[in-house]
């Protein structure tokens, strides 16, 4: 059993900040990667960052230089700071955990239940 969990989410100006979290518990072998994903209304739910075991990391070119991906997904915890925040950002923010769980070690994607990000012009 695998929970993932976001937090953070709230109302913001627009050119303001916020910064999500997110942690993964369970039976947790390794973490392969973690990200996070939005959805807006009327919109398929879209990629914003990730990062792998390995440090690596990925950024949607719409968030380039405004948001970053931080933590450390060996402690089963990520963070997403969002920076110059605008109207477009709008939308649920999920956290999605690449995980191997035990005792089989078969690796699944897990989501969280999400967290609302509302920015107003």
């Known amino acids: 059993q695998v929970q993932v969990v976001e937090s953070g989410g709230g109302l913001v100006q627009a050119g303001g900040s916020l910064r999500l979290s997110c942690a993964a518990s369970g039976s947790i072998v390794s973490i392969n990667a973690m990200g996070w994903y939005r959805q807006a209304p009327g919109n398929q739910r879209e990629l914003v960052c990730r990062?792998?075991?390995?440090?690596?990391?990925t950024y949607a070119d719409s968030v380039k230089g405004r948001f970053t991906i931080s933590g450390d997904i060996a402690k089963n915890t990520v963070f997403l700071q969002m920076n110059s925040l605008n109207a477009e950002d709008t939308a649920v923010y999920y956290c999605g955990a690449d995980i191997t769980v035990g005792p089989g070690g078969n690796g699944m994607v897990y989501w969280g239940e999400g967290t609302l990000v509302t920015v107003s012009p």
């Open positions: 990062i792998s075991s390995d440090g690596s990391t």
